[in-house]
């Protein structure tokens, strides 16, 4: 049998907790509200507009394992107690949309709904990261009961959706080193896909609502 490592400890130790029912109610009502709240704002933009803004919306919570990953990554201990205070995504809710006006028209919605306290939006359409990912992210405290869950809304487009899946599959938490033409291709990849975007836009822009709704 395999030697058991630090790091199986406290995977261990942090799965303990992570698994407590009350806990992982919180989340799940937290994160339930805002998929609720989204499935509202479509409904009001398909009567706006006469189509809705949604492609699809899912929600996940991290696992110990992921947790304990990303802990070490930043040099803080690995805990339960370190986990809650620092990270801001381990309820996480994405919405997928068909263009970038409707993730800024989501935001803006969303900033207006005084049940939330936003803590921080983080602008990556605007600002890619170095790699080229793209999204706008949304940390903020969700009302469950008498307390605050944090939550992380992310937006992406379709096109966006599908860069950060190929770039996940690639890279993401992968120790393996990739090789600089793995990655200037992937670089290349996503500015295609903001240029696509930008035509997906444009053609909206351009289609009559009396088209769209039929």
Sequence with gaps: MAKET???KQIEQLRSSWENEEFQKKHAEARNLVMRTLRELNGFYIA???YGFTRFVE???KTPESIC???QRKGRP???KTATEVLNDISGVRCICYSVKEIYWIAHQIGKDSRFQIIKAKDYIRKPKKNGYESYHIIMDVPVENEY???ELQL???IMDAWAEMDNRISYKKNEEIPEEMTQRIEKYAKMGRRLDKLIQKTLNDVPKAVVKA
């Design 6 to 8: 630090d790091m199986d």
């Design 48 to 50: 706006k507009t006469g």
């Design 59 to 61: 929600s996940r919570m």
């Design 69 to 71: 990953g990303k802990l």
């Design 78 to 80: 690995v805990d339960f």
């Design 149 to 151: 869950v944090r939550v």
């Design 156 to 158: 992406r487009t379709l």
